[in-house]
């Protein structure tokens, strides 16, 4: 009985990045000493979520979600993760060890969670700078992802791209020219639908970008041919140091797209978020076209590691959000309140996201920097070698795909 | 030398293919070989292509294949290379070069910059094709050479036809290159036939991206060349010829990667080197060659400082006899090689 029970607890603290099962068993071991039985947990709970505010369409996406014990824990996990990876990625900033742009996603956690949880893997996915978060989601490694900010070879694209570059499989980045990345998703949807394999592509962008002309050009040729992306603006609220109100004549994001149909969604909810993902999923994969979301979220670092964030917004401000809105709170809070969960259980959870964050934060500071070779790599795909020159006539590097 | 229509001494089952259909060709075998292949810009399906490039093929290959676009380059230019980064295979027309400025980040910073930010793990296989540089009394918003700016990122492939054996060789190889590929046309060429041998016309000709051709051989001068100059630079050396002067003319065919080494060896052989180009003189392409022969072991055998010919420094006027002069002739070639021989 106590073996059976073992195993499930260490299944369950296991997350994407894998602890060890013997580590995870020691800690489980604790926590059955300390706290209550696994069989005396629920193993589903349903929530009231908040209505989401409808454009064009005549329903909308549930206000009731069912969550089990296990995605609740996940969501947890995963949301957790991002939070302390995001704020090790501060401290390694400060220290100098993290260089150039650092965009950090503390706050918004719900939103990528939330979209992950409601798509596939075959489903494809693009954002913007603010990308840490959903590369993580999609399944980097976060030593890669740490070790790639701090430029190294073990970084989940070799140190050649920084925080604004990542990627891995149907994850587009990482874009670093605001709303650049917009008409790219939507003609990742249109090979979606060119391909015929009902896949979908996720388009991401922000409350600043969505000012862009580029993305009213895409919304037409997305609409006109109908293709499967899922318009996403995550609107935190500050495009850098302007607030929405300050940038757009209209601050109803979600009606933007005009002619296409939109949602506003709370994107401090993870099941909110996850709930109109998967209609707007649905809605894509029949054939209907494109879709807007406008999550609205908001970040508590500045816009990036050289903006302190609070020139022109107040302390109040992110206090408050804090304390009253945080997405992993809010989750813990519903998690504990309808027994799926105990508080020992989500403390021990911290506990080995910490240690990971922290062997991943060892990893991204040992690991060697990219050697010089690497310098001339990559420039074409699929190409014999061939010379690149370096900063004088003499200096050759060689390039291989 | 202007290849002329009729009866001429030419190899067996040689023909007379203007370079429209030349390109038309090469777009038809391709989308038919490979079905990720697809042409996407204005008026490319149901009026047959602006310039009537795309004739015929809509009709053929239908909407998914073929997709006239509203007029907003950014956005397509975006999706164009979104679909190619899930290996697609997109050939995205500008209406003319001028227009890709509009898109040109697309272009630059998320197709050419890509692979090397991913290290390696996406690829980017999309063609940018249109008709580059000056045409005939457009004026100077539509007259504008872009070999140079292209062909400054690393990333991009530039490739520059002249003949209708180019035109459809590269266009081919660079349909199926796996890598972003900007294909300078030329709208004055369209419509001039050139000679396209047996080999040229069968479904798997290909030029190769990255070589020069010597178009003709000489020992008294170099001169280099990309798109419709090259004919000027042919023309010229005929008129030369008859002073006993033997140029040698080089199609560069590629800007990027260029073939320095065809044009090194030319000069090691004949000691002068002229270059003559379309665009803008400053930051050039003829600027780059100089600087490359400078650099090379050419450099020791030029008798004389190397010399550029090359549009004049100004917008483009309307006026025919401003635009004329305004463009490289068959005189300032000739002038050119008259100033490095020292005649």
């Given amino acids: ?401 | 030398l202007q290849p002329r229509r009729g009866i001429r001494l030419s190899a067996p089952a040689a023909i007379q293919v203007t370079v429209r259909d030349a390109l038309n060709q090469a777009l038809d075998e391709e989308l038919e070989r490979d079905e990720r292949v697809f042409l996407l810009g204005e008026e490319v399906a149901q009026y047959d292509g602006a310039y009537k490039i795309s004739r015929g093929l809509w009709k053929k290959y239908g909407d998914k294949r073929v997709i006239d676009t509203p007029i907003s380059e950014m956005g397509f230019t975006g999706i164009a290379v979104g679909a190619a980064m899930v290996w697609l295979r997109p050939v995205c027309e500008f209406m003319t070069f001028n227009f890709s400025m509009q898109a040109i980040d697309q272009v630059i910073n998320s197709a050419a910059k890509t692979c090397y930010m991913s290290a390696g793990s996406i690829g980017v296989p999309i063609v940018f094709r249109g008709p580059n540089g000056a045409s005939a009394g457009v004026a100077a918003q539509h007259s504008q050479c872009f070999a140079a700016w292209y062909g400054h990122c690393p990333g991009l492939k530039v490739v520059s036809p002249w003949s209708s054996e180019d035109a459809k060789g590269l266009l081919k190889a660079s349909i199926r290159d796996d890598n972003p590929v900007v294909m300078l046309e030329n709208e004055l060429l369209y419509g001039v036939p050139f000679e396209m041998s047996e080999q040229a016309q069968s479904k798997d000709f290909i030029v190769p991206i990255g070589k020069a051709k010597i178009e003709k051989e000489g020992t008294h001068v170099t001169l280099v060349s990309h798109s419709r100059p090259v004919g000027h630079c042919l023309e010229a050396a005929a008129v030369l010829a008859k002073e006993g002067i033997e140029c040698e003319v080089i199609n560069l065919r590629s800007i990027r990667p260029m073939d320095i080494e065809t044009v090194e060896a030319s000069v090691v052989k004949t000691n002068h080197l002229v270059t003559v180009e379309g665009g803008w003189p400053q930051f050039g392409v003829g600027a780059e060659i100089c600087a490359r022969i400078m650099e090379g072991p050419a450099f020791n055998y030029l008798d004389a400082p190397a010399v550029r010919v090359t549009g004049a420094d100004v917008p483009m006027p309307y006026a025919k006899i401003l635009e004329d002069n305004c463009i490289p002739q068959v005189k300032d070639i000739i002038f050119a090689v008259k100033k490095t021989l020292n005649i």
Avoid at chain 1, 61 to 67: D, L, W
Avoid at chain 1, 155 to 170: L, R
């Fill in chain 1, 1 to 401: 009985m106590r073996k059976m029970l073992l195993a499930a607890l260490s299944r369950v603290l296991q997350g994407p990045a894998g602890a060890t099962v013997a580590a995870a068993g020691r800690t489980a071991s604790r926590v059955m000493v300390a706290s209550r039985n696994y069989a005396d947990f629920a193993s589903e709970a349903t929530f009231e979520i908040k209505k989401c505010d409808l454009h064009r369409l005549e329903e909308g996406p549930s206000t009731t979600a069912v969550m089990t014990r296990d995605e609740g824990l996940h969501y947890y996990k995963t949301m957790q993760t991002i939070r302390r990876m995001e704020l090790k990625s501060d401290q390694l900033y400060k220290q100098k060890i993290i260089r150039g742009f650092c965009h950090l996603y503390d706050g918004q956690e719900a939103c990528c969670v939330g979209l992950e949880a409601a798509i596939k893997p075959t489903d494809h996915v693009i954002t913007a700078y603010r990308a840490h978060g959903f590369t993580y989601a999609r399944g980097v490694p976060v030593r890669e992802i740490l070790a790639e900010l701090t430029g190294r070879k073990g970084g989940c694209v070799k140190g050649k791209g920084g925080s604004m570059h990542m990627y891995t499989k149907n994850f587009y980045g990482g874009n670093g020219i605001v709303g650049a990345q917009v008409p790219l998703g939507a003609g990742i949807a249109l090979a979606c639908k060119y391909f015929g394999k009902n896949e979908i592509c996720l388009t991401l962008y922000g409350d600043g970008a969505a000012n862009q002309g580029q993305i009213f050009e895409t919304y037409n040729m997305a609409a006109l041919w109908k293709l499967p992306c899922i318009f996403i603006c995550e609107n935190n609220r500050y495009g850098m140091g302007t607030s929405v109100e300050r940038a757009a004549a209209s601050t109803d994001y979600y009606k933007r797209g005009d002619f296409i149909p939109g949602l506003r969604v709370d994107g401090m909810d993870v099941l909110c978020v996850r709930e109109a993902a998967k209609f707007a999923a649905e809605h894509c994969r029949s054939g209907k076209g494109p879709i807007l979301m406008e999550l609205q979220t908001y970040r508590y670092h500045g816009h990036s590691m050289s903006d302190p964030g609070i020139s022109y917004r107040t302390r109040e401000e992110i206090q408050e959000v804090r304390s009253k809105s945080d997405p992993i709170t809010l989750l813990k809070d519903r998690m504990v309140n309808n027994n799926l969960a105990s508080i020992e259980e989500l403390k021990e959870i911290d506990v080995a996201v910490r240690k990971e964050i922290e062997e991943a934060a060892q990893f991204a500071t040992t690991d060697p920097e990219p050697p010089l070779e690497e310098l001339g790599n990559h420039i074409y795909f699929n190409e014999p070698p061939f010379e690149v020159r370096g900063p004088n006539q003499w200096i050759r590097y060689k390039s291989v795909s």
